[in-house]
């Protein structure tokens, strides 16, 4: 029975893994508004396209992680609560010789790649045969070193990781690249060295950080490698790969199809882009929340403690659903007029109706984050491997169906309505099938959030209706949207009531200077 401590300390570093991640995942996305103009304006227009071309090349071999890491983090994490030591050696040392496999085949690629790239793109790699093998050596690099990566967050440490992250890039991305930007030195040479320099960075403190927080990272063996956990890696590996590829099918190749199917105006790819950018960078900061519950998931999967399991599953749908709530419906209310503001372009009228329609798809698909950890956590992925394939077809057909009738609301559609389809109707029926919650157990376990959500939207909707022409007027009303709903919270969660008593009974507590 883990003591009262045991379960502070698990409670402090959830919120730590939730909170970094989640300021991780903004600085990065805040950082794309600042980085982009200003690689833009150090490289020059032609020759930022020739940049983003080669580098989204290479930035593919990451695919090569083959979900070793997803299988790492849950049969170490899983071996760790059992306390089954020699088991856990077996992940750690399998892992280590199958991630030292793939540094070799990305480092191979990375050979070929310099020596295709610049014939087959002659205007625009030609001449950048230094700058493919630096960019590809650092994937290589980061490749052959993400076990120590992997044992962090087998460990439930995102948090330490997440905060590196956030280090590195702040140094290099938005430090160095903004200096050599706005000098006029950048180019392909030096924005590869800063990669490379970033990586090697991050790769030395992260696995510092393994080596003094996580003391069996300190005998893996790579030379010890098992066949039969090379198997288990492998198997669970293919699962996630497919996962991976579904998802980049489903959120990213709608630019392709606009750019296939209306290729008269460029333009179009652009505001489609706009228009689902705040969603989906909030569908991801939010998603977070269930992923860093992976390991713990797996634990108590592994322990067979099915009451913890499925209690953790309803405290993660809760937090995230009233999440979901705050940010989905404050970005529906005052989002539209935030583009205004941001790019003042009268075409930012058609994003903000595609940022409208996909929001409650969002919203359908992030309630799902917790319990599809709850499945990976567990190895429950062939069927979240087969419905996440299958919607990412029938997104593609139907925006290849759509999109001569409605245009860029057609790809919208195509993109909403299976996710809605996908994640409200089928995702619910494979859960009774992998873990015996049934739908009216899923839709119990969010409805509350749902709710609330609801009378938010009711509350606050009139706020789509007042004009946002300064900066200082939309952190006004998005200040206002935060206090509503922390008042609506306050009211309708038994929950939030106690965790607020808790805090200011400590404060109260807390001893004054004069005291001490």
Not at 122 to 132: D, F, L, R, S, Y
Not at 361 to 367: K, R
Not at 472 to 478: D, E, N
Request: with cysteine.
């Amino acid at each position: 029975m883990p003591s009262a401590s045991d379960k502070f300390k698990s409670r402090l570093t959830t919120v730590l893994n939730v909170v970094v991640s989640q300021t991780n995942t903004a600085i990065v996305m805040a950082g794309s508004f600042i980085v982009t103009p200003a690689i833009l304006h150090g490289l020059g227009d032609a020759a930022y396209g020739g940049w983003l071309l080669i580098n989204s090349l290479i930035s593919y071999m990451r695919f090569l992680d083959l979900g070793t890491s997803a299988g790492t983090v849950k049969f170490g994490a899983g071996a760790h609560e059992r306390g089954d030591w020699k088991d856990l050696g077996r992940v750690l040392d399998t892992s280590a010789a199958v991630f030292g496999v793939l540094g070799l085949i990305a480092l191979t690629g990375t050979l070929a790649m310099a020596w295709t790239l610049p014939r087959v793109y002659p205007n625009v790699a030609a001449g950048e045969t230094a700058a493919i093998l630096t960019l590809g050596g650092a994937i290589a690099l980061d490749l052959t070193f993400r076990s120590f990566s992997a044992t962090i967050r087998m460990r439930s440490l995102h948090f330490v990781h997440d905060a590196i992250e956030i280090v590195s890039y702040a140094i290099f991305k938005l430090g160095l690249v903004l200096y050599f930007a706005y000098t006029r030195t950048l180019t392909y040479g030096l924005l590869a060295v800063l990669t490379l320099a970033e990586t090697v960075i991050r790769t030395v403190l992260v696995a510092t950080a393994a080596l003094t927080l996580v003391p069996p990272s300190r005998s893996m063996n790579p030379f010890r490698a098992e066949r039969a956990m090379g198997r288990k890696l492998a198997g669970m590996g293919i699962a996630i790969t497919i996962i991976t590829v579904s998802e980049v099918v489903r959120f990213q190749l709608d630019a392709a199809v606009i750019g296939y199917f209306m290729p008269d105006d460029p333009l179009d790819i652009s505001i489609f882009g706009v228009g689902t950018r705040l969603g989906s960078i909030a569908f991801t900061a939010i998603g977070v929340i269930g992923s860093v519950l992976m390991p713990r998931f797996s634990g108590l999967s592994e322990t067979g403690d099915k009451e913890g399991l499925i209690k953790l599953l309803r405290k993660a749908n809760l937090v995230t659903g009233l999440v979901a709530s705050l940010v989905l419906v404050t970005i529906g209310v005052i989002g539209p007029q935030f583009l205004f503001l941001w790019l003042k372009k009268p075409w930012v009228e058609t994003s903000g109706k595609i940022l409208l329609i996909m929001l409650p798809a969002y919203y359908v698909g992030v309630l799902a984050g917790p319990s599809t950890s709850l499945l990976i956590g567990r190895g429950k992925l062939r069927g979240l491997t087969i419905l996440t394939t299958c919607e990412a077809l029938v997104n593609f057909v139907l925006t290849v169906v759509l999109i001569k009738p409605l245009g860029l609301y057609g790809v919208t559609l195509g993109t909403a309505i299976p996710l809605v389809l996908f994640h409200g109707v089928g995702f619910p029926w494979l859960l009774k099938k992998e873990i015996g919650v049934t739908p009216g157990d899923y839709v119990r376990m969010n409805a509350r959030a749902v709710s609330l959500g609801l009378a938010f939207l009711v509350v606050v909707g009139g706020l789509a209706f007042v004009p946002i022409p300064t900066y200082g007027r939309f952190v006004l009303l998005g200040s206002a949207c935060v206090l509503v709903f922390a008042l609506l919270a306050l009211a309708f969660v038994p929950e939030a009531r106690a965790e607020l008593r808790e805090r200011l009974e400590k404060r109260r507590r807390r001893p004054t200077p004069e005291e001490t």
